[in-house]
């Protein structure tokens, strides 16, 4: 679709759209809907795959075994690295936003069914999404990520520049990038609101 196109609430969309990432046993895909609205209207600026990282893997471990918290915020940032209108692919290793903008709590957390209908039950489909509104967000995006924070307020993240993974860390006390997402630049004028819709299948 361009991004002219005429769209449905963040809702109703995000049907067919996948990534599988084979870490172990378990298989996470995840996908990305962006539209946003100005005066020419909604428009889908973004839909693209991502990628679940390394330590969405840990992450993951940790709240089976009660250590840690669910995710929480969706951060995005101006810092992927490559060309602004076709960036570097990413990578599992990936542990934080290379250049963090903003992070906001997600506006809601919804479980959806095989047709892509709200369920009331939980199932293994779950869309997380975001809203920056006018004022919120604004510069030249290109890169987001679901985060696990300790604190939604400030930047807890670990150490390591990416490539480097000390596969040491303790996550426990610090913010867990579970997956990431760099993507051609998004230009967010002050005046527009853009929501972000971020599916997980497990």
Same mark, same amino acid.
């Given at each position: 679709? #361009?991004?002219?196109?005429?769209?449905?609430?963040?809702? @109703?969309?995000?049907?067919?759209?996948?990534?599988?990432?084979?870490?172990?046993? /378990?298989?996470?895909?995840? #996908?990305?809907?962006? /539209?946003?609205?100005?005066?020419?209207?909604?428009?889908?600026? *973004? !839909?693209?795959?991502?990628?679940?990282?390394?330590?969405?893997?840990?992450?993951?471990?940790?709240?089976?075994?009660?250590?840690?918290?669910?995710? +929480?915020? *969706?951060?995005?940032?101006?810092?992927?690295?490559?060309?602004?209108? #076709? =960036?570097?692919? =990413?990578?599992?290793?990936?542990?934080?936003?290379?250049?963090?903008?903003?992070?906001? !709590?997600?506006?809601?957390?919804?479980?959806?069914?095989?047709?892509?209908?709200?369920?009331?039950?939980?199932?293994?489909?779950?869309?997380?999404? @975001?809203?920056?509104?006018?004022?919120?967000?604004?510069?030249?995006?290109?890169?987001?990520?679901?985060?696990?924070?300790? +604190?939604?307020?400030?930047? +807890?993240?670990?150490?390591?520049?990416? =490539?480097?993974?000390?596969?040491?860390?303790?996550?426990?006390?610090?913010?867990? *990038?579970?997956?990431? *997402?760099?993507?051609?630049?998004?230009?967010? =004028?002050?005046?527009?609101?853009?929501? /972000?819709?971020?599916?997980?299948?497990?």
């Amino acid at each position: 679709m #361009s991004v002219n196109d005429r769209i449905k609430p963040p809702s @109703t969309v995000l049907s067919g759209l996948g990534f599988g990432f084979q870490e172990g046993a /378990i298989k996470v895909k995840g #996908s990305v809907k962006a /539209i946003m609205t100005d005066e020419q209207g909604d428009r889908i600026v *973004l !839909e693209k795959n991502n990628i679940y990282t390394l330590d969405g893997g840990v992450l993951a471990s940790m709240l089976f075994s009660g250590l840690s918290r669910a995710p +929480n915020v *969706l951060a995005v940032g101006t810092g992927a690295s490559g060309s602004s209108s #076709s =960036p570097d692919s =990413p990578d599992a290793r990936q542990r934080r936003l290379n250049t963090e903008l903003v992070r906001k !709590e997600f506006s809601s957390t919804v479980f959806r069914d095989s047709t892509g209908a709200i369920s009331s039950v939980p199932t293994n489909v779950l869309d997380f999404t @975001t809203v920056f509104e006018s004022g919120e967000a604004v510069g030249a995006l290109n890169e987001m990520g679901i985060v696990s924070a300790i +604190n939604v307020g400030a930047i +807890n993240a670990p150490a390591d520049v990416f =490539p480097d993974r000390d596969t040491t860390t303790d996550l426990t006390s610090l913010d867990v *990038l579970v997956n990431y *997402l760099p993507f051609p630049v998004i230009n967010k =004028p002050n005046g527009a609101t853009l929501a /972000i819709t971020w599916r997980l299948t497990f």
